[in-house]
């Protein structure tokens, strides 16, 4: 359909600024705009995560949209201090206050001035639901921080690593694991913790963890950077080169083997590093779990679908490397470089939503679906099983403790979707 | 207990004391930056009409608001599935700047060619109703060129909070649906079920007892309604308002209007479903019909005694706490925890009114917490300090019920057990018995550390 999008296949900006702001530490976020903004993306947050998600609004009301919000967002702004005593606030925009016109950055010093506050660092970020999607949102909520907060500086043995594409915290957790190995390192944003949280023995208004504001301040000081994701995040390396003088290259998420190779590789080359010999024999290990399921699912025909470019590349990288056929490779929100690369797919749909992606799925003969949640529908008219990736995944557990990432992550997979084909076909041969 | 609570959020917290009528502050827009639970006008409109089963709800706005809204809902349909899709304009940067309206014109022709529907509802979001769409105008119009029924639904976001969007549902309702088809005028005993938003299937679990009785649900408000229902609901005899909060505004429209008198009623519970019954017998002035819904209470209530007694022994002095979205389903726990032995120690509403809020104090027990608007962190200590040993809540409490170790129970519109009529009580019963008793608890507690050595 030209004029009316069916079924979505992306969420707006606000939402990814408001994960970017989770990783950092002692951090809280106001979205201004109307009460319902801020509660449906925490609902949809806290029911991917399945964790507590608290996010504050300015709740503007009729009046305030009329004379524009800056008293309700001073207002929220003061609550939100006093109450979860943060030590930042992201502050992102939505349609509303974007078309009203309210000028944040200059309602946030005022209040500052008026407040006095001095210890709490405030960072707004422009985030309009009628452009771009989740992951821009993201990312312009990290270059807003590493704007206020990055300070230029003479560089050290430090590597910056920023994901620019939607990750999880167990794979958070994965890419710090490895880099604990070859130098020091910045990971922001990070939340790892902060989205995928134990059971407190007393439960805190704001989880621990995150990427502290020191070493956010210290990033300038890297020597070089890494942007997870290609398909976008190219403002982050951009700020990163050319404010800071942090030499930053884009790579494609690691997931898979040579995907994961292009990630050990570049670590060596940057830090001067032999790669360490335990990631030599996880590689190994990778390879014979390959072996053992090359058979199974050698010429499966697999879509892979979701609102994050560079996830679906990964996930259509991966399955080639099982000799799987790509049939389907779609991304909801428009992306060029996405379908620059998405070349060894039969059919490339972006931008798409899952109405245009449910006819593709129709026409075609599928073994599999990989994409978030929202796939459950073609999944069940398709009578084929759904690997669920991405964001959002309301309907099954863990989605927050998924690992894709490097050989270890790419282990599970093959198993996972070896499994999940064996288990499809018939459940009580042998394999053979 | 010392609760830590903003200053403008103090008068929305009360006490339950013995003859000291108070309430709780309420009908206020939420507190800036205190995290309420509330959604928005949208949001209201949303949960009236979107159970309606082979309409399209098309959302003109951009896509976040259709995005948070597709298929949350757990109303189930017994045929169209037209109302799980997800439509939406999906506005751009140059439609606020040059207008949406031409867009939402050729948006709705499409929908209409494609799917021939029996009704558009078309929902306003927050920029709609600043760049000036004239929705109305634009409804009418494809109305008039194609013949279908386009329904503006007034619900711009920052209008106010979630009962704004209630009403505008209801008047997109009344203005443009109900009386537009004449219905069965010859059978007597006719009702609509209002409020009742057949979601896990409530729907299919009353409407036997009903139809026992003698009496035929016209429409019900409006889970797994079609569009041609609702339309001759005005030749119903008698409405039945479950869900307060939503659809008591348009019962009184219709009452109005067409006659047609309403009653306050509840589907959940022994007490509800027992009154339910006998008020609409009683209102038809029928002694077969009476004695038709007595039959069913006694036979049904036989039915579940041996479980409500099974699951009594098991949940007999645990407290409980509720905090729901309208007031008239937390009325109606209050009493079912009473049933089963549990007292409420914490009751709370999102949209809760002053005479909600009367009935809430007057039905709790002495020292009952009762909050309006809660956030979650008023919540946490509440819970805490009050050791509840149960939440009743939505989705948005369940996690912060679970990493405060307290045991949930999910009772809101997404929910996949029903709850409603007699047998809904016992799934009822049983999910509160699965969550508290579960093993789990007693390994978190702090007997239960692992220590070194």
């Known amino acids: ?432 | 207990m010392t609760l830590e609570v903003l200053k403008d959020r103090k008068d929305h917290i009360v006490k339950k004391r013995k003859d000291i009528r108070d309430f709780p502050a309420c009908e206020k827009e939420s507190l800036a930056g205190a995290v309420s639970q509330r959604a928005c006008v949208y949001s209201g409109a949303r949960v009236v009409l979107n159970p309606i089963t082979d309409a399209i709800h098309l959302v003109h706005g951009p896509i976040g608001c259709a995005s948070y809204t597709w298929d949350i809902r757990g109303s189930k349909s017994g045929g169209a599935q037209t109302y799980r899709h997800s439509f939406s304009t999906d506005l751009q940067e140059e439609d606020i700047i040059f207008g949406g309206a031409e867009k939402l014109y050729r948006a709705l022709n499409e929908l209409v060619a494609r799917y021939r529907p029996p009704a558009v509802f078309v929902y306003a979001t927050c920029i709609v109703g600043l760049i000036g769409d004239d929705l109305k105008a634009v409804c009418g119009r494809v109305t008039e060129e194609t013949g279908c029924t386009i329904v503006p639904v007034q619900s711009e976001g920052f209008k106010g909070n979630k009962t704004e969007g209630h009403k505008a549902a209801c008047d997109a309702l009344f203005d443009y649906l109900i009386g537009t088809a004449i219905g069965d005028n010859n059978y007597p005993y006719v009702i609509n079920l209002m409020g009742e938003y057949n979601v896990a299937g409530d729907f299919w679990a009353i409407e036997p007892y009903f139809k026992d009785m003698g009496v035929k649900v016209g429409a019900t408000f409006t889970g797994n309604a079609k569009v041609n229902d609702l339309r001759s609901a005005h030749c119903a005899k008698l409405n039945l308002v479950q869900c307060t909060g939503t659809v008591t505004y348009l019962a009184q429209k219709m009452e109005h209007k067409y006659g047609i008198p309403w009653r306050k009623v509840s589907f959940f519970g022994l007490e509800g479903m027992e009154e339910a019954l006998l008020t609409t017998a009683a209102f038809f002035r029928n002694s077969l019909m009476l004695d038709r819904a007595k039959e069913t209470i006694r036979r049904e209530k036989k039915m579940v005694f041996g479980p409500l007694i099974f699951y009594k022994k098991r949940l007999q002095g645990k407290t409980a706490a509720i905090y729901m979205g309208g007031a008239a389903k937390a009325l109606a726990l209050i009493k079912t925890f009473k049933l089963l032995g549990m007292e409420t120690v914490l009751v709370g509403t999102q949209s809760g009114k002053k005479d909600d809020y009367a009935q809430l104090m007057a039905e709790a027990s002495e020292g009952t917490m009762v909050i309006d608007d809660a956030n979650p962190a008023e919540l946490k200590e509440m819970l805490t300090a009050l050791k509840a040993g149960v939440l009743v809540g939505g989705v948005k409490e369940r996690y912060l019920s679970y990493k405060l170790g307290i045991p949930f129970v999910d009772f809101n519109h997404d929910r996949t057990s029903l709850f409603a009529g007699f047998d809904g009580l016992v799934n009822f019963a049983r999910l509160v018995d699965t969550t508290i008793n579960s093993p789990v608890w007693a390994l978190v507690e702090g007997k239960n550390e692992l220590r070194n050595g």
């Open chain 1, 1 to 432: 359909m030209n004029y009316v999008t069916v079924n979505p296949c992306k969420v707006c900006q606000p939402l990814g600024a408001i994960l970017a702001f989770r990783g950092i530490e002692g951090a809280m976020t106001v979205v201004h705009g109307s009460q319902g903004c801020s509660t449906y993306m925490r609902l949809h947050l806290t029911h991917h995560f399945a964790e507590p998600i608290d996010v504050a609004s300015s709740a503007l009301n009729e009046k305030d949209t009329v004379y524009g919000g800056a008293a309700n967002l001073k207002l929220a702004l003061k609550n939100v201090i006093a109450r979860y005593k943060p030590a930042l606030v992201g502050v992102t925009t939505t349609c509303l206050t974007e078309t009203i016109g309210d000028d944040v950055n200059r309602i946030v010093n005022e209040f500052k001035a008026e407040e006095q506050v001095n210890d709490v660092i405030i960072i707004p970020v422009s985030t309009p639901s009628y452009t771009g999607a989740m992951i821009d949102g993201f990312n312009l909520a990290v270059e807003a921080t590493l704007n206020v907060l990055t300070e230029e500086g003479e560089k050290e043995n430090c590597l910056a690593i920023i994901p620019a594409a939607n990750i999880t915290p167990a794979e958070i957790r994965e890419v710090k694991r490895i880099m604990d190995n070859f130098a020091p390192f910045i990971f922001f944003p990070d939340y790892a913790d902060t989205l995928d949280a134990p059971f407190f023995e007393e439960l805190p208004l704001i989880f621990p963890g995150g990427t502290k504001i020191e070493e956010i301040k210290r990033v300038g000081r890297c020597k070089a950077g890494i942007i997870l994701g290609v398909c976008a995040g190219k403002n982050l390396a951009r700020l990163l080169t050319e404010k800071f003088g942090v030499a930053a290259r884009q790579l494609p998420l690691p997931v898979g083997l040579k995907a994961t190779d292009v990630f050990f590789q570049t670590l060596a080359e940057i830090t001067g590093r032999t790669i360490p010999a335990r990631y030599q024999w996880e590689r190994r290990l990778l390879l014979d779990a390959m072996i053992d399921a090359h058979v199974i699912t050698y010429g499966k025909r697999v879509a892979i679908f979701g609102d994050d470019a560079d996830l679906v590349l990964a996930l259509a990288r991966l399955v080639v490397e099982l000799g799987m056929v790509v049939a389907i490779c779609a991304v909801g929100p428009p992306n060029k470089e996405f379908v620059r690369q998405g070349a060894a797919a039969e059919t490339i749909l972006n931008p798409v939503d899952f109405d245009e992606l449910a006819q593709a799925v129709r026409k075609t003969r599928l073994d599999l679906l990989m994409g978030n949640s929202k796939g459950k529908f073609m999944a069940k008219e398709k009578n084929i099983p759904l690997l669920r990736f991405g964001f959002p995944i309301h309907d099954r557990l863990g989605a927050g403790r998924q690992q894709i990432f490097s050989y270890r992550g790419a282990i599970q997979m093959v198993d996972l979707i070896a499994n999940t084909i064996l288990e499809n076909e018939d459940l009580f041969v042998s394999i053979s």
